[in-house]
């Protein structure tokens, strides 16, 4: 059985400010069948849109995000677990910094938690603990953190879902001749220094954060999926069929 990281960001998460129920509970059940395959692991933002309609600050200071995702967190958590609940599932929160993956003996209390969650059929949820820790707020995405999290804690696969559904030539929102490349063995340098996306301003990672996370995994020997989280037919197919029909596979060669 395999061990595989799912991470959703804040666009497929939410809609108008607020969390989008149906695109979660189609979520869920995606996570519902994976788990039959496989041992799976949620990395998910979408604290600060949960938090915003009990909490409406302005979104631009830092600290205001931190205190709506404090708001936000366990509403998130609360709408994960009534989805799970009706397939008969339960789901559990972990906050981690990217300094936990930094100390050894914090890292090794994470992933002991992780498997014994996993080896009781729990659904580890995993956001940054925005508290104390602002990367995802202010930049990323959670991109960072669920690389992390699938290589220290045993995963073979990390999957991104995303609001494109795979990495394309060129920006497939500025270019209509954009071509998706369907397995990437290696990342260019120059790949990573791209400029950011027009998202960046909105506290998003764009795809230059995903390609980090793709190196950090590639150097690694692990692999990672891209696909779209607001239409699951691809990851679905991938992953539950073994076609690959599309998203982007990075994968090392040998
Ligand atoms: P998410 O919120 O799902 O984490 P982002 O919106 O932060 O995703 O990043 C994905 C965006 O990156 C795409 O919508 C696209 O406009 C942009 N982008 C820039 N270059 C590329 C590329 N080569 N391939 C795919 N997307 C790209």
Do not use: W
Not at 11 to 30: A, D, G, P, T, W
Not at 54 to 71: P, S, T
Not at 80 to 92: D, H, P, R, T
Not at 96 to 108: E, G, N, P, Q
Request: with cysteine.
């Amino acid at each position: 059985m395999k061990r595989v990281v799912v991470k959703v960001g804040t666009h497929v998460l939410s809609e108008q400010n607020r969390l989008c129920k149906e695109r979660i509970l189609n979520l869920v059940e995606f996570l519902v069948a994976l788990m039959e395959k496989h041992e799976v692991i949620l990395v998910s933002s979408g604290a600060v849109a949960a938090g915003y309609s009990i909490l409406k600050l302005d979104k631009k200071l830092l600290h205001n995000r931190q205190a709506i995702a404090a708001v936000g967190q366990p509403q998130l958590m609360a709408t994960y677990n009534k989805k799970l609940e009706k397939f008969g599932k339960s789901g559990a929160q972990l906050l981690l910094t990217a300094d936990d993956f930094d100390s050894r003996k914090r890292c090794y209390h994470a992933k002991c938690t992780i498997d014994t969650l996993l080896e009781n059929g729990i659904l580890p949820i995993i956001n940054e603990n925005d508290a104390t820790a602002t990367e995802e707020l202010v930049f990323g995405d959670n991109d960072q953190l669920s690389s992390r999290v699938a290589y220290y804690f045993g995963a073979d696969l990390l999957i991104l879902l995303s609001d494109i559904d795979g990495y394309y030539d060129k920006d497939p929102h500025k270019h209509d001749d954009a071509k998706m490349r369907k397995i990437v063995h290696e990342i260019e340098p120059s790949e990573l220094e791209v400029e950011k996306s027009a998202n960046f301003a909105f506290a998003t990672g764009g795809i230059v954060t995903k390609l980090k996370a793709a190196d950090f995994l590639l150097e690694r020997k692990k692999s990672m999926f891209i696909a779209s989280g607001f239409d699951l037919s691809d990851v679905k197919s991938f992953m539950l069929e073994g076609v690959h029909q599309g998203g982007t596979l990075f994968t090392s060669k040998d």
